[in-house]
């Protein structure tokens, strides 16, 4: 038994050097074609319904009424980006592509390879750089076999039909070699529920809303996972809120508040807006999302104030307006 726990724990540790030392997984164990299994299967339901949430991207959402899952029958079929979420002006536009196994409009010619090349390069199955709406950055950090299981459960989802276009950028989109929001690495000597936690807190883009960032999106450097961009859409407008372990973050949150957060969708009595997705993160074990919650307590506490339930004001720290902003 102790010999089992150090093996796992060893396991961890070594997926970990990989997340965390700016390296990409080698990619030697996939073998091609990705072997079909029952349990590459479920781990790959898993992974795309939970912590990697690859569906609310990909899949036309009714944000008001199904808190942000996807249109029945339109499960990774893809959209068209708005304006106002991609940051890409008219006329030029970002679209994620139909995932489905339709022949004509999805992925049914795809390759295994072609899955590997976008989520581990950011290299489209047409030879295209990808748009950095994709944020393969933290993807490709998906260990082999997890994703060998996402390629295979994306391949199992029925066929959809659904015709788009292509994603049309003024300039050629180019290859992110590091993220924009960088996941913040787990302390020295983090336990091996730290390292889990800092591994599904990455391939869940975590630091994509929750660092802050100035009105032009620029990260600020001290506003790691402290909140404050200002994210507009059919939800309306929601500012990210601060969820380092400060006063001002979820200092007073315990691991039971945590997950129940998660799993409702709901801070007591007010509901969190849906461009959180949490109606994917709800789908996650106990043991992961406390997993996160423990790499969350490990993060440096930054006093930066965000209430959605307050009028916005002026905030100093990230320049944006927001709920008691003018507190910072």
């Known amino acids: 038994m102790c010999r089992k726990r150090l093996g796992i724990a060893f396991a961890i540790f070594v997926l970990a050097v990989f997340c965390f030392s700016g390296r990409t997984p080698a990619t030697q164990s996939i073998t091609f074609p990705i072997a079909r299994t029952p349990e590459r299967l479920a781990r790959g339901r898993y992974l795309v319904e939970g912590p990697a949430h690859c569906f609310f991207c990909h899949s036309e959402e009714e944000f008001q009424h199904l808190n942000g899952q996807p249109v029945p029958g339109m499960r990774g079929a893809g959209r068209i980006v708005p304006p106002e979420d991609s940051g890409v002006p008219l006329p030029n536009r970002v679209v994620c592509p139909n995932l489905t196994p339709d022949v004509a409009t999805g992925a049914g010619r795809w390759k295994d390879q072609d899955f590997v090349h976008a989520i581990r390069d950011g290299i489209g199955h047409d030879g295209r750089v990808l748009s950095d709406y994709m944020p393969y950055w933290n993807l490709r950090y998906l260990s082999d076999e997890d994703l060998a299981s ?57 630091s994509n809303c929750h660092d802050g960032a100035d009105p032009d999106g620029n990260p600020i450097s001290g506003l790691e996972f402290a909140g404050g961009q200002v994210l507009t859409g059919k939800w309306g407008t929601v500012t990210a809120e601060n969820i380092t372990p400060d006063a001002s973050g979820i200092g007073y949150f315990d691991e039971k508040k945590f997950i129940t957060v998660l799993r409702t969708g709901h801070v007591g009595a007010r509901k ?39 009028p916005p004001t002026y905030c100093r720290r990230c320049r944006n307006r927001h709920g008691f902003g003018e507190r910072n």
């Open 272 to 310: 969190l807006s849906p461009i959180m997705p949490w109606s994917y993160f709800r789908n996650m074990s106990d043991e992961d999302l406390k997993a996160i919650f423990a790499y969350l307590r490990t993060l440096p506490p930054v006093q930066h104030r965000v209430d959605n339930t307050e």
């Open 150 to 206: 996402v390629i295979v459960y994306v391949r199992s989802i029925p066929p959809v039909r659904h015709e788009l276009p292509k994603t049309q950028l003024s300039e050629p989109a180019k290859v992110a070699e590091t993220p924009l929001y960088p996941t913040p690495a787990p302390p020295p000597g983090a336990s091996p529920q730290v390292l889990r936690g800092a591994y599904l807190a990455r391939i869940g883009n975590c």
